[in-house]
């Protein structure tokens, strides 16, 4: 899918009397999204849509800024920038994946910043369908960036300390508690472990396929995505285990739960969440960067996209920490 805007820097300048770290944040690679999935999409954000660019003062800022948009909707904690209730929207797009239900992704992304928390203004852009949103306060900072489509690379938070130590995140996956089929679950994908060190072409080269875990749910077929990391590190859940035979190394323990995954993310680095095409696409880990970044991870469909089964076979499930 193609990439068609680059997201601007944050003026990280505005923000010093909130309580700046450094000089810059990173301008990170574009999101992927075809034009199509994104039409007729913005943002609604603290009472404000359509061309927006302007700097909130602390005292205006409510606990919790919510998030509409036509194809996604969600909620940020203001103190720490975490996510919580995000769910697509059903809607007439082509590219559309709720099969006609609101459906919910994720319960929480919740950021640990370990005694720390955001204070200063809130700095809000909104332009057709981007949203970027950047807070600080005394030794940290976080950004937030989204696009409001059908599907697409749609997501990504930023986090910055002053100690230059990793933030961890922690995502917990929505219970969905009145349709069991749309309760979204992490799952090893199948079609990716059976192809497993096969080499594929990729752009002008190749690329080995590695394994994947998405994320699923029993009702769209067509719902599908992924956590998508630069700079970040998955933590080993010793709640949840299973072992799966490795084409490559034999039997292989994925210590990940079904409804949680937890990352280390650096100072400067991201974690992003793709959804569709770009979440079953073979393509190279975003390369390792932390400042002033540029979008050198360009796939503008030229990768083998594998897809996954629906529904998903129960044996790639990852086990649920919550029942």
Same mark, same amino acid.
């Given at each position: 899918?193609?990439?068609?805007? %680059?997201?601007?820097?944050?003026?990280?300048?505005?923000?010093?009397?909130?309580?700046? @770290?450094?000089?810059?944040?990173?301008?990170?690679?574009?999101?992927?999204?075809?034009?199509?999935?994104?039409? $007729?999409?913005?943002?609604?954000?603290?009472?404000?849509?359509?061309?927006? *660019?302007?700097?909130?003062? +602390? +005292? !205006?800022?409510p606990a919790t800024?919510? =998030?509409?948009?036509?194809? =996604?909707?969600?909620?940020?904690?203001?103190? %720490?920038?975490?996510?919580?209730?995000?769910?697509?929207?059903?809607?007439? !797009?082509?590219?559309?994946?709720?099969?006609?239900?609101?459906?919910?992704?994720?319960?929480s992304k919740t950021?640990?910043?370990?005694?720390?928390?955001?204070?200063?203004?809130?700095?809000?852009?909104?332009?057709?369908?981007?949203?970027?949103?950047?807070?600080?306060?005394?030794?940290?900072?976080?950004?937030?960036?989204?696009?409001?489509?059908?599907?697409?690379?749609?997501?990504?938070?930023?986090?910055?300390?002053?100690? $230059?130590? +990793? %933030?961890?995140?922690?995502?917990?996956?929505? @219970?969905?508690?009145?349709?069991?089929?749309?309760?979204?679950?992490?799952?090893?994908n199948p079609r990716?472990?059976?192809?497993?060190? *096969?080499?594929?072409?990729?752009?002008?080269?190749?690329?080995?396929?590695?394994?994947?875990?998405?994320?699923? !749910? *029993?009702?769209?077929?067509?719902?599908?995505?992924?956590?998508?990391?630069? =700079?970040?590190?998955?933590?080993? *859940?010793?709640?949840?285990?299973?072992?799966?035979?490795?084409?490559?190394?034999?039997?292989?323990? =994925?210590?990940?739960? $079904?409804?949680?995954?937890?990352?280390?993310?650096?100072?400067?680095?991201?974690?992003?969440?793709? %959804?569709?095409?770009? +979440?079953?696409?073979?393509?190279?880990?975003?390369?390792?960067?932390?400042?002033?970044?540029?979008?050198?991870?360009?796939?503008?469909?030229?990768?083998?996209?594998? $897809?996954?089964?629906?529904?998903?076979?129960?044996?790639?499930?990852?086990?649920?920490?919550?029942?």
């Amino acid at each position: 899918m193609t990439l068609n805007r %680059t997201f601007r820097s944050f003026s990280w300048h505005r923000m010093r009397g909130a309580g700046a @770290l450094l000089a810059g944040l990173l301008a990170l690679p574009t999101f992927a999204a075809s034009s199509a999935g994104c039409e $007729g999409g913005g943002f609604t954000v603290l009472g404000r849509s359509g061309e927006v *660019d302007v700097l909130i003062g +602390a +005292a !205006n800022v409510p606990a919790t800024i919510l =998030v509409r948009g036509t194809y =996604v909707q969600f909620d940020i904690d203001a103190a %720490t920038f975490g996510i919580r209730n995000f769910v697509f929207l059903p809607t007439g !797009n082509p590219l559309d994946m709720t099969g006609g239900a609101v459906t919910p992704v994720f319960a929480s992304k919740t950021p640990g910043h370990r005694g720390l928390r955001l204070d200063g203004a809130v700095e809000l852009f909104l332009e057709e369908e981007v949203l970027e949103i950047s807070r600080v306060g005394r030794g940290l900072s976080m950004k937030i960036q989204a696009k409001d489509c059908a599907q697409g690379g749609i997501f990504q938070m930023e986090p910055e300390r002053a100690d $230059g130590t +990793a %933030t961890r995140i922690v995502h917990t996956l929505a @219970l969905s508690r009145a349709n069991a089929g749309l309760r979204p679950f992490y799952f090893d994908n199948p079609r990716f472990r059976a192809r497993e060190g *096969d080499v594929v072409p990729f752009k002008d080269t190749t690329i080995e396929v590695p394994t994947r875990i998405n994320i699923a !749910n *029993d009702f769209s077929p067509r719902f599908v995505a992924r956590d998508s990391a630069q =700079v970040a590190t998955r933590i080993d *859940d010793p709640a949840c285990s299973v072992v799966f035979v490795s084409r490559v190394s034999g039997p292989q323990t =994925v210590r990940h739960c $079904g409804d949680r995954s937890i990352w280390d993310v650096a100072s400067g680095g991201r974690m992003g969440f793709v %959804t569709g095409e770009d +979440a079953v696409e073979v393509a190279p880990s975003p390369t390792v960067c932390t400042q002033n970044c540029q979008a050198r991870n360009r796939v503008r469909g030229r990768s083998v996209v594998l $897809g996954f089964p629906f529904p998903v076979p129960q044996g790639s499930r990852l086990p649920f920490l919550q029942p």
